[in-house]
Each structure stands twice: as structure tokens, then as C-alpha cells.
């Protein structure tokens, strides 16, 4: 594809996806690892982002009553990365201490999601509150 200046057109820098169905959480790990591969991320890399993105879907799903995922490359002028956001309007997380202890399940899961999630990835941030809905990102960092 061309841009208006004739040069190809840059691929585009978010993509949203739908996490309504476990349909949806095997397209976002398909979306995830194509992401990566295209950024060049090696497959230990791909398999921990990966993995970490099927947790926070799958929470997203059970716990936020659906949601949307944002895969957005970034940068911070040294380094290129690949963010994921996981977005939903459910009840929140009331302690987020609490969730993100080893073993805690209000679901009957095992309670090793969020805490799994966040030793994946380089970076990890939740932004919730009771009845305000949840928003966990993560973003893996690429040196060049
Ligand atoms: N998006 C969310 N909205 C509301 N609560 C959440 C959300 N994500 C996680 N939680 C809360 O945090 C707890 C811990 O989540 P975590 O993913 O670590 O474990 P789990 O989903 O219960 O079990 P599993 O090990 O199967 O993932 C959940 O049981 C739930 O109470
Ligand atoms: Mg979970």
C-alpha cells in the first residue's frame, strides 16, 4: 500500500480487538505473535507475551464481562515496544494487592494470572477501581 507521498504506507501503529469469546482471546494471541515477529522479538520473548496476554484476556473475560484488547507499537526514543492493553468496563478491582497475590482467586481459578502476568512482561500497570472498570497494560521492551 502507498501513502499520499508515494512512500509505503506505515503499518498501522494500534490495533483493537474484541474479547468477547475464547474466539477472540485465540485471535488476539494470533494478532500478539505476529506483532512480535514482525517487530523482531525472538520466541522465548513471543511465548512470554503471549502467555501473559492469554491471562489478562481470560480475566478480562471472566472477571470484566468482556472488554476489548489495544496492541499498540511504542517508543521512548531509545527503545521500540510492543504494548497491550486490556481494557473493561466491569466491576474493578476493590485491592489490587490482593489480586495480585499468588493463590488469591475470587473465581475458583488458581490465582496466578495478574501475579504471572506482571513477572512476563516489562512493564505492568493496573488502573481500576470499584465499579469503574479495569485497564491492565504491559509492554515488552526491545533494545536496538
Ligand atoms: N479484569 C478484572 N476485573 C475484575 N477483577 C479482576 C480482573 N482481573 C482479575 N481480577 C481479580 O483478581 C483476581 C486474581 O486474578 P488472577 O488472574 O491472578 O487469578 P484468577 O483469574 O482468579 O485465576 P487464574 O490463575 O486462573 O488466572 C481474580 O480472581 C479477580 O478477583
Ligand atoms: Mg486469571
Not at 477472540?24 to 494470533?30: A, E, F, I, N, Y
Not at 494478532?31 to 517487530?39: E, F, G, I, L, N
Not at 506482571?118 to 479495569?134: C, E, N, S, W, Y
Request: no cysteine.
Amino acid at each position: 500500500m502507498l501513502g499520499a507521498q508515494g512512500q509505503a504506507a506505515a503499518q498501522p501503529t494500534q490495533q483493537i480487538l474484541p474479547l468477547h469469546s475464547d474466539e477472540d482471546v485465540v485471535r488476539l494471541r494470533k494478532q500478539v505473535r505476529d506483532s512480535m515477529v514482525a517487530m523482531g522479538f525472538g520466541l522465548i520473548e513471543q511465548t512470554k507475551i503471549i502467555t501473559a496476554a492469554s491471562e489478562l484476556a481470560r480475566n478480562t473475560l471472566r472477571y470484566g464481562g468482556g472488554g476489548e484488547a489495544h496492541i499498540a507499537r511504542v517508543s521512548d526514543g531509545a527503545r521500540l515496544g510492543l504494548e497491550l492493553r486490556f481494557v473493561d468496563a466491569g466491576p474493578g478491582i476493590e485491592d489490587i494487592t490482593l489480586a495480585l497475590t499468588d493463590g488469591y482467586t475470587s473465581g475458583g481459578g488458581l490465582g496466578l494470572g495478574l501475579g504471572g502476568a506482571k513477572r512476563l512482561a516489562d512493564a505492568f500497570h493496573i488502573d481500576t477501581a470499584p465499579g469503574a472498570g479495569t485497564t491492565v497494560t504491559i509492554a515488552k521492551w526491545k533494545l536496538f
